[in-house]
């Protein structure tokens, strides 16, 4: 990964209480949600991290003249969660075109939501890929998540799922199937089809952006809604247990006795902190940040998610992120656009990157060997994994005054980790101080 300087968002040092009524270890979306629900209710809560800044994955970093988010990511305004706990409208978010721009070919052509782009229904339907047939039966599944997706209805892989919707060729095959790879960080149709039809609908409800300011964005005002001494970063929890008539979290920096431990971190290293808990596996992705000298996309698409239906690399999407969020390029930059590229797995060494580079010149039609480097972000543990059949919700108390909260307890999602916080806090409040729930408030 190209070296690069935080944002302006590190909090400062501050000195590490030795006591809190609850402690949340991990100052990811999940566990900043989680200490802001306990501190309404009138808890004393401190969140401990072990990164310089809050965020967990949803971090942002200027590098040189860019500003790049840790991974691609996008904030769905139609997640019901999101309204509940977010100033959307002060994080001034900057919008895709509802739609994704396919290469097939040697041809580029355009398919948007006719029902949020009117003039784009005749532009569907000239889609030049797919039959009259396929279109048809990708419409009638399409209607089917919109109006459905009930829980109680058996479960199977996604890929099962368009098979039994009859969702075949060219559409399923360059269209739905890489749009989908990126969003569940795997391509082989084993997740959930409940989930996918779930994830699918809020795509269909909202259309997914950045903050100005990049994703970062979204913890810091989170964090900004604690009170001045709750949040510690640069502590690394090394364990949690019992100590005499209470709880204990020791740090590098020492210990920190309390009432409950909220463990709100990824899958992976909770279940390093609580052995006992069951967690799922974890799909990997990379990313790729490219400073190009112009847009390599002309404005009709630029705003559009890019995929590659000849599926001829590793790249499952790919974005001209600063024609979107002109605010990625920072003042006196040397170029003219910020291109990403999301890849399945964490390899972001050379031989990944001359293979991206090339896919990006066919997407594109662009030279591409041109382009500067400005980061690569490898994610080992980006999305938890999940397999049918899907349930919802995970418990979120482990017993012992221990509480868990993440992505992993809900579904892999921004919203999955918005609302496993509000559960565990919850949680917290009905069993360990006896109150019915945590108030609702930004």
Known sequence: MTAGT??????????????????????????LVCARHLHAAGVDVLVVEAADAVGGRVRSETVGSFRVDRGFQLLNPAYPEVEKVLDVDALDLRTFDAGVAVHR?????????????????????RFPLGSAREKAALARWLLTVTSAGDLKEPDSGWSDGLDAADVHGELRWSVLEPFLAGVLGE???????????LLVRTFLRGTPGVPAGGMQAVPDQLAAGLPAGSLATGVTVRHIGLAPRS???????????CDAIVVATDAHTAGHLVPALDVPDSHALSTFWFGAPSSPAPDARAKLLHLDGD??????????????????????????????????????GAEVERRVREQLARVYGAHTAEWTRVAAHSIPHALPVVAPPFEGSRPVDVGDGVFVAGDHRENASLQGAL?????AADAVL???????????AR
């Open 105 to 125: 070919g040697g041809r580029v052509a355009a398919l948007r939501d006719p029902r949020r782009h009117p003039t784009a229904v005749l532009q569907a339907l």
């Open 419 to 423: 609302v496993s916080g509000r559960r």
């Open 247 to 257: 709880l204990a979290v020791e740090t590098a920096g020492g210990g920190i006795t």
């Open 311 to 348: 599926r001829t690399g590793p790249v499952v999407n790919s974005a001209v992120v600063s024609a979107v969020a002109p605010s990625y390029l920072q003042p006196g930059s040397e170029h003219r656009a910020l291109v990403s590229a999301q890849v399945l797995g964490a390899d972001t």
């Open 430 to 440: 009905q069993k360990t101080f006896g109150r019915t729930g945590a108030l609702r």
């Open 187 to 197: 391509v082989d149709g084993t997740t959930s089809r409940r989930f996918v039809d």
């Open 6 to 31: 935080s944002l302006d968002t590190a909090h400062p040092p501050t000195a590490l209480r030795t006591s809190a009524e609850v402690v949340v270890v991990g100052a990811g979306l999940a566990g």
